[in-house]
């Protein structure tokens, strides 16, 4: 009864325009008529969830909710929040027995997020051609000049748009996505090191980069001490990380490049996007719900830190109610710019410690393949440590006690990943701890300053 709600905002496909124009209206509703319509689209999702989804069954019922009438926000606030633990453990028992038609073939997403704790989700094409279009919200927001050209240095697999090279393209992506022309594309898988992607930006000449806050404060360091300089750089579009003061000051002192942030999870897709006229972002309302939470479970006030819980509206094959995403962040007021979307000052979380130092002194953004940790051994969570030039410290919390044989197997394909041959030793933990800040932090490095000298190779 309530899926005319959904269908009535949902996109056709990659590349419809329509959609796209509705989310450039949505944005400018009266904060009471989004969560209106946030709680239409919940409305439809617990009637799906209750009816094919067992797991789901007994909570939606336990918190004495009716899924034939509307959902109200104290009624939705009942529900347990889902742990990522939960979702380790028993994916099979979240997943849809009927995902309904039109949603597209399910397919897998594999994360670790920002607790580190690896976790496969289930989406739709529908969800994913959700994500996408409200990704374009980001380019339609701040001014780009779409004819000019876009580089991307993060993550990819091992063998795509690995350096010296990279790949090119003649677009920024395809026309599903980006239903409009654009002009050339470059991307660079991360693995290559520090010094060797400001020669491969140097190369690219680029008017956009988009990048991970870490590494920009990386390729700033390295482009001021090498006295580089990108001279038609506009800005640096980041990613995947918490926006520090000092990566947006370095872009902006080195680069004269101001940095615009995307909010945004894995499994769980485009959350926020930093707002065209202030540093703060815009919960992407109409896609997802997020909520946060106070110690006590309660509602967060504006000016209080508290955790996020995220439900994104569209993914009907692996519904995730309430979904502990593991991030902080404080609740802002409505914005002056005149949207009704919800506001986050500020974000807390998955900013990475350093950089790797192989004894050469080269520097690296830490790649480690977690994505395939799970089938190698029975590992719930992970952090690195690197001890010395030579020495990375493996901290795990496993199952049970992995055999010499699983050791080994995980051993090499760590050492497979990184750019030099280090030592890997391990250290079995209960949990890994937070850190002061409250974030976890995949990587940590220990090394001190003497470190980042460069040395000759074999120093």
């Known amino acids: 009864m309530h899926i005319d709600a959904f269908s009535a905002f949902a996109p056709s496909g990659p590349g419809d325009v329509e959609f796209v124009k509705r989310l450039q209206d949505s944005q400018w509703w009266p904060p009471a008529e989004v969560l209106e319509h946030q709680l239409k689209l ?25 899924v034939g009438r509307p959902v109200r926000l104290e009624d939705w606030r009942r529900i347990p929040p889902l742990t990522r633990r939960e979702v380790q453990q028993l994916p099979d028992q979240l997943l849809s027995s009927a995902i309904p038609t039109g949603h597209g073939a ?10 580190n704790t690896p976790v496969t989700v289930t989406t739709t094409e529908l969800d994913s051609w959700v994500g996408g279009l409200a990704a374009l919200r980001h380019f339609l927001w701040h001014p780009y000049d779409f004819s000019g050209r876009m580089v991307t240095i993060r993550r990819y697999r091992k063998g795509i748009a690995d350096g010296p090279d990279g790949e090119k393209f003649e677009r920024w992506g395809n026309e599903g996505f980006f239903p409009f022309a654009t002009g050339p594309s470059a991307r660079l898988n991360i693995s290559a090191s520090i010094d060797n992607q400001v020669d491969w930006i140097v190369r690219q000449d680029p008017d956009y980069l ?8 990386q390729l700033t360091l390295a482009s001021r001490r090498r006295g580089i300089t990108f001279p038609h750089l506009e800005h640096v579009a980041t990613l995947g990380e918490v926006v520090t003061p000092d990566a947006r000051r370095l872009c902006t002192d080195v680069w004269d490049a101001p940095v615009i942030d995307t909010y945004s999870a ?49 993914n009907y094959a692996m519904p995730l109610l309430r979904y502990r995403l593991g991030d902080f962040a404080e609740l802002g007021s409505d914005c002056s710019c005149g949207r009704g979307l919800p506001v986050l ?45 030579e020495r990375v410290e493996a901290r795990l919390v496993t199952e049970r006690p992995l055999t010499g044989e699983e050791e080994e197997a995980l051993r090499r394909h760590i050492q497979a990943q990184l750019p030099w041959r280090f030592e890997i030793v391990f250290a079995y933990l209960p949990e890994i701890p937070r850190s002061a800040s409250g974030k976890f932090e995949p990587f940590i490095s220990d090394v001190g300053p003497e470190a980042y000298a460069r040395r000759p190779m074999g120093a």
């Not at 988009?210 to 404060?217: D, F, G, K, L, Q």
């Not at 972002?281 to 909520?291: D, F, N, P, S």
């Not at 719930?380 to 030039?389: E, K, L």
């Open 106 to 115: 399910p397919t897998s997403v594999h994360t670790s997020g920002s607790t």
């Open 42 to 66: 919940l409305s439809s999702l617990l009637v799906h969830a209750h009816a094919t989804v067992a797991f789901y069954r007994s909570r939606i019922e336990a918190a004495g909710i009716d």
């Open 345 to 389: 000052k500020r974000i807390l979380g998955r900013e990475r410690n350093s950089v790797l130092i192989a004894p050469s002194g080269e520097r690296f953004w830490p790649v480690f393949g977690t994505h395939r940790f799970s089938r190698i051994a029975p590992i719930i969570q992970h952090q690195f440590v690197q001890r010395t030039p």
């Open 210 to 217: 988009c990048t991970y806050p870490s590494n920009a404060i």
């Open 266 to 314: 894995q499994e769980v897709g485009i959350l926020g996007h930093q707002c065209p006229e202030y540093q703060h972002y815009h919960v992407q309302a109409e896609t997802v719900m997020l909520e946060l939470i106070n110690e006590r479970g309660e509602a967060c006030a504006v000016g209080e830190v508290g955790e996020i819980l995220v439900t994104p509206l569209f």
